[in-house]
């Protein structure tokens, strides 16, 4: 596979890469590059973590070496749980992302690379240049209640940092919410000795209530387990905010393009000779513009999304019985 090939399949379905000359760079090297993509171990793995999970199954397909990072301290540091529930968690979402077909990836558990002299005093470094300020800043989009933020997680972006570092990545990917936190630490690896990695940032999809809130674990009404059943997903679909011809903040689009798309060649719309007929579309872009131009009803859309979704869910959900 060719570099330039390699670089198509990486740049589907981003936001930005920061910057992509370097990611180029990198894959022309002849180097099998490292990336990682980390995560808090709370609640359950859902549809918004597949979107980072298949852009990771990019990478592998690209060549390169993957590490998942369950950010146990992290998790704590942001109070998203107690060390017990964090450590059972942490159990059930490497057999997850094992059901998502990361198995070939290096799973990591960050309490194991940042319990040592030499990371804490980085992280302290790193701490001592910053100001509060710019660290909070760094939170807005993934601190639990910022507006009356512990200091933990002042200390959360510094260690996210110091965790590229520590992993040896060369490249950072994950959802669009950490872009502050990728940046600050553009600017001040560097102080560590260490070259910034590329930066690449997914999609979030939307929760399935509307405009702003993406899905998230602590809010079961926003988003759709990989462990949820046939009934529960498709009765989460029909309900799901999708107004008719917008395809903006539309998680049942989003779904369908971060979600399906990657993972067949053509999807189907099924409907009766009377209301049109069958439609199928080889690509989101096409299937979007039908939408926006109101031939596509959004039950229709619903019903197709909610099959081909559980056609995916189903190995996975049989994996994680």
Same mark, same amino acid.
């Given at each position: ?10 740049? *589907? ?12 760079? @990198? ?31 990019? +990478? ?9 990072? +369950? ?26 992302? &094992? ?7 290096? +799973? ?18 790193? /701490? ?6 710019? /660290? ?15 200091? !933990? *997680? ?33 600017? &001040? ?14 999609? @979030? ?10 899905? !998230?674990? !602590?809010? =079961?009404?926003?988003?759709? !387990? ?16 999708? =107004? ?22 053509? +999807? ?44 995916? @869910? ?8």
């Amino acid at each position: 596979m060719s570099p330039e090939e390699k670089l198509g399949i990486i740049r *589907q379905n981003t936001v930005e890469i920061v910057n992509e000359e370097e990611l180029k760079a @990198l894959l022309e090297s002849g180097k099998k590059p490292t990336v990682y993509c980390g995560y808090e171990v709370s609640g359950e793995v859902h549809l918004g973590h597949m979107v980072t999970t298949t852009k990771l199954l990019d +990478f592998l397909k690209a060549g390169c070496r993957v590490k998942v990072l +369950f950010a146990d301290w992290h998790t704590y540091l942001n109070r998203k749980a107690e060390w017990d529930e964090i450590n059972k968690l942490t159990k059930m979402w490497n057999g997850a992302f &094992i059901a998502l077909g990361l198995g070939q990836a290096e +799973f990591v558990i960050g309490s194991h690379i940042q319990r040592n002299a030499d990371y804490i005093d980085d992280v302290m470094k790193i /701490a001592a240049k910053t100001t509060i300020n710019r /660290a909070l800043r760094s939170m807005q989009a993934v601190a639990r209640d910022i507006e009356n933020a512990r200091v !933990s *997680q002042v200390i959360y972006p510094f260690m996210q940092i110091v965790d590229m570092k520590y992993l040896g990545v060369d490249i950072a990917s994950s959802g669009i919410e950490q872009r502050k936190i990728h940046m600050l630490g553009r600017e &001040i690896l560097g102080d560590l000795g260490y070259k910034s990695p590329v930066m690449l940032h997914t999609p @979030l999809i939307p929760s399935l209530q509307g405009p702003g809130e993406k899905m !998230s674990s !602590s809010k =079961p009404e926003t988003m759709i !387990s990989v462990r949820d059943q046939e009934n529960i997903v498709t009765k989460k679909i029909n309900k799901a905010y999708c =107004p008719e011809g917008d395809a903006k903040d539309n998680p049942v689009m989003a779904i369908a393009q971060l979600i399906i798309f990657p993972r067949i060649e053509q +999807f189907t719309i099924e409907r009766p000779g009377e209301y049109g007929g069958n439609m199928f579309f080889k690509d989101y872009k096409c299937l979007e513009q039908a939408f926006a131009d109101k031939l596509l009803h959004p039950a229709d859309l619903k019903k197709a999304v909610a099959k081909y979704l559980n056609g995916i @869910l189903e190995p996975i959900r049989k994996q994680m019985a």
